[in-house]
Each structure stands twice: as structure tokens, then as C-alpha cells.
């Protein structure tokens, strides 16, 4: 049998701030090959982890490695296999788009022109404009050229999409499932649900500096619980309801309902209660 390969792995990991939480106990592992989704709330210890990972920020607790290296010892040998895009696009604002993607090339000893120019033509990014002239959207898609050009074999990517346009991030989403046809692992933070489940394999939930839970993403998301909406004498109740369908429909025998529709719950409404949100009122009723 074939031993599994880990792009990432994170043993016990815990990084605090002084008297602040960042990261507790935390452990994951990220197959080679994978798109991963690193899922939470801001605040969650997304960052934390990633910048944990690339040697940007030193753990108290635990171990981490990258394709096996360690990153404490091995950061530089890492950073070679990696492209990182952070969550906030950081640029000299007097460069030009096209003298930072080179720059970011330079930087790593590589030809990149070739992979420069396709994705500049994928994106519709500007590479004569000054980093300054740039908005937040345009600013990010610098960030992606900069993360993929020189092809790595892990990317490392913290909120990625925020300021990108529906069609953008649509093109990004279409560009990393290209990228890791050829071999390239993904890692994604997100807080956006629909993004996890719409192109990730496996994902872990993180809260409050610990993991929730670690799956693949189509276990994650399934559920038998419906989202019941009903009118009573003019007035309507929402409520998540994870019990049988039996017991909901004798739960409104005898009373007056004016309307009533059962569905499908919502991505956010699955996974409040990994986030530990919403309130349970009775017996398999979750408040919307």
C-alpha cells in the first residue's frame, strides 16, 4: 500500500500572543495533491496558522512541516515550493504592476515572463499602471500573479477572493483547479462557505484558535436538517429543524398554520453549529 504524502503537517501547534490567543493545540494534515479549505470566522486563527507555517511567526508548542521539511529549521527550503498570497496586498505604491511581477520572479531567481503573461491576460490586470492608481480588487490580482507564476507546488492562499468581482473570482477558482490538475496543493483560508464546498476536497473548521472538526468537505456539509419558515395567525417563525419529519409534521397538528415551507438549510446554517452559534430550544430545534 502506498504511504499518504502530506504537503502540510501540523502536530499540536500552539502559538499564543502574550496574554491574546492565537492558535491552541492545533493539528492538521493536507494531502499532497489536495485543495484544502482552512475554514473560519475572522479572527479565527487562519492567519496565525499560515504565517506559523511559512516561518513569518515562531510557535511556542508542537511541530509543522511542509513536504516533510520542518519549518523551523528548513523555512528558506520551503519558501522556494511555495506560493503565498497574504490576506492583505501589500505593494510599493510608485512600482508599476509589471516591475513588481518581475521583481517577485527576480526575487526567486526565475524566468517567470511566460506564466507572467498568461495570467495577466486571464486576470485583465493592467501590468502599465502604478500599485498606487490600483484598486483593492486589481491590487489582489498583483498578489495571485505574484503567488503562481513560478508554478509551486504548494499554495498558500489567506482570503484570497475579498476584493475580487464575482467573475474574478470565478477566473481565480478556474485557475487553481488548473494548477492542481498538474500537480500543485493547494492550502485556502476562507470564511466563505460557499467557496469550501463549491471547489475544496477536505477542509478543517477552526474556532477560537482550536479545530473544530477535519473531514472531507462532502461529509462537512451533510445534513438531514431542514429550514422549516411557517405563518401562525399572521405571524412567522423561522427555526432549523434536525430531527425526523415525522415528528415535525405531528409537532403541527391542530394548529392554525396559514403557510408553511420546508427546505433545504442554507451553507451558513449547517455550519452554525460548528461556529457553536445559534440556540438550541427544544429537541432538535435549532433557532434561526
Not at 486576470?123 to 508554478?151: F, P, T, W, Y
Amino acid at each position: 500500500m502506498k504511504k499518504t504524502e502530506y504537503a502540510i503537517s501540523i502536530e499540536n501547534m500552539t502559538k499564543s500572543y502574550g496574554k491574546h490567543r492565537g492558535v491552541k493545540d492545533l493539528s492538521l494534515q493536507v494531502i499532497t495533491g489536495d485543495i484544502f479549505g482552512f475554514l473560519g470566522p475572522n479572527g479565527a486563527g487562519k492567519s496565525t496558522t499560515i504565517r506559523s507555517l511559512l516561518g513569518l511567526l515562531k510557535f511556542q508548542e508542537g511541530s509543522a512541516s511542509v513536504f516533510g521539511l520542518d519549518v523551523r529549521s528548513r523555512s528558506e527550503d520551503i519558501l522556494r515550493r511555495v506560493g503565498y498570497m497574504p490576506a492583505e496586498a501589500m505593494f510599493y505604491d510608485a512600482m508599476k504592476v509589471k516591475d513588481v511581477i518581475r521583481f517577485a520572479a527576480d526575487m526567486r531567481g526565475m524566468d517567470c515572463r511566460r506564466e507572467a503573461d498568461m495570467l495577466c491576460g486571464r486576470l485583465s490586470l493592467d501590468r502599465e499602471k502604478r500599485i498606487e492608481e490600483l484598486s483593492l480588487g486589481n491590487r489582489k490580482k498583483v498578489s495571485i500573479v505574484c503567488a503562481m507564476q513560478h508554478k509551486p507546488d504548494l499554495f498558500i492562499f489567506d482570503e484570497p477572493t475579498s476584493g475580487l468581482d464575482p467573475l474574478m473570482q470565478a477566473e481565480f477558482f478556474q485557475l487553481i483547479l488548473e494548477y492542481n490538475k498538474q500537480g500543485t496543493t493547494c492550502f485556502l483560508s476562507s470564511h466563505v462557505l460557499s467557496e469550501i464546498k463549491k471547489y475544496c476536497r477536505h477542509a478543517a473548521i477552526i474556532k477560537e484558535g482550536e479545530i473544530v472538526c477535519c473531514d472531507t468537505v462532502q461529509n462537512l456539509t451533510k445534513t438531514n436538517a431542514k429550514r422549516v419558515h411557517f405563518v401562525e395567525n399572521g405571524t412567522e417563525e423561522r427555526f432549523v429543524w434536525r430531527g425526523g419529519i415525522d415528528e415535525l409534521l405531528a409537532g403541527f397538528a391542530g394548529r392554525h398554520i396559514e403557510d408553511i415551507t420546508i427546505e433545504e438549510p442554507s451553507l451558513d446554517e449547517i455550519f452554525m453549529h460548528y461556529y457553536g452559534e445559534g440556540e438550541e430550544c427544544e429537541d432538535g430545534i435549532v433557532q434561526a
